[in-house]
C-alpha cells in the first residue's frame, strides 16, 4: 500500500509541475491603437456693427432708416439662428414699422424697395418690438423652426433693416422714444431636429 500510495504521490507531483511549467510555455503579443482623440465644435455668431444698427433722433411721420448688418458663423459647425426684439416701451414700438430683407443690393432708404426677399413684414413693414420681446426671424425655441436662418461654419450673410414712422402717426406720439435691442440666437443645426 505505500508503494501505491508513493506511486500516486509522484503522478499528483508531476501532473502539478506540468500545471506549473506549463503556464510558462504559452506566446502572448499586444497591440496598442493610440490617438483616439475627442473634441467639440464651436457655435460662434457675430453680428457686424454690434450696437446702434438703426438709429434716429427726432423722427417726424414719413421719416425711415436703412442699414445693414452681417451676421457671421465664426464656428466650426453650422448653426442655425433666430432675432427676437425687445424694446424699452410698447406704444412707440408699435408704431415703428421693420422690415426685414435678404439680397438687397443697396441697403440704403432709396435702395430697400428695389430688389431684396422679405423675411420679417412679409405681407407689409410690422412691429419694431415690444418690452416682452418679439421673434422678427424665426424662433429662439430649440430645433428647427419656420424662418430660421442657416449658416455654415465660417460664412456670413447681410440682412437689410429697415425702420419707418408711418406718414399717417398722428400728434399722440410726439416726444415718445423707445431702444430695441436685437438678439441674435444662435444653436446647432446637426442632430438638432
Avoid: H, W
Amino acid at each position: 500500500m505505500l508503494k501505491k500510495l508513493l506511486a500516486t504521490m509522484v503522478v499528483v507531483i508531476v501532473g502539478a509541475s506540468f500545471v506549473v511549467f506549463g503556464s510558462f510555455a504559452v506566446f502572448t503579443d499586444t497591440q496598442n491603437v493610440p490617438g483616439n482623440t475627442f473634441s467639440t465644435g464651436t457655435l460662434d455668431i457675430s453680428t457686424n456693427p454690434t450696437t446702434a444698427l438703426v438709429t434716429f433722433s427726432g423722427m417726424v411721420p414719413g421719416d425711415e432708416v436703412t442699414n445693414p448688418i452681417t451676421v457671421s458663423n465664426g464656428g466650426t459647425l453650422q448653426l442655425r439662428y433666430a432675432v427676437t426684439s425687445t424694446t424699452t416701451e410698447n406704444v412707440l414700438a408699435a408704431q415703428l414699422d421693420l422690415t426685414i430683407k435678404t439680397g438687397v443690393t443697396t441697403c440704403t432708404n432709396a435702395g430697400f424697395d428695389v430688389d431684396g426677399t422679405r423675411i420679417y413684414g412679409l405681407l407689409g413693414p410690422d412691429d419694431l418690438g415690444s418690452d416682452t420681446g418679439i421673434n422678427v426671424i424665426g424662433d429662439p425655441a430649440q430645433g428647427d423652426d419656420t424662418g430660421d436662418r442657416t449658416l455654415d461654419a465660417g460664412t456670413n450673410e447681410t440682412l437689410c433693416f429697415n425702420v419707418a414712422l408711418p406718414s399717417s402717426t398722428d400728434g399722440s406720439y410726439e416726444g415718445l422714444s423707445t431702444t430695441a435691442t436685437m438678439a441674435f440666437q444662435a444653436e446647432q443645426t446637426l442632430n438638432n431636429p
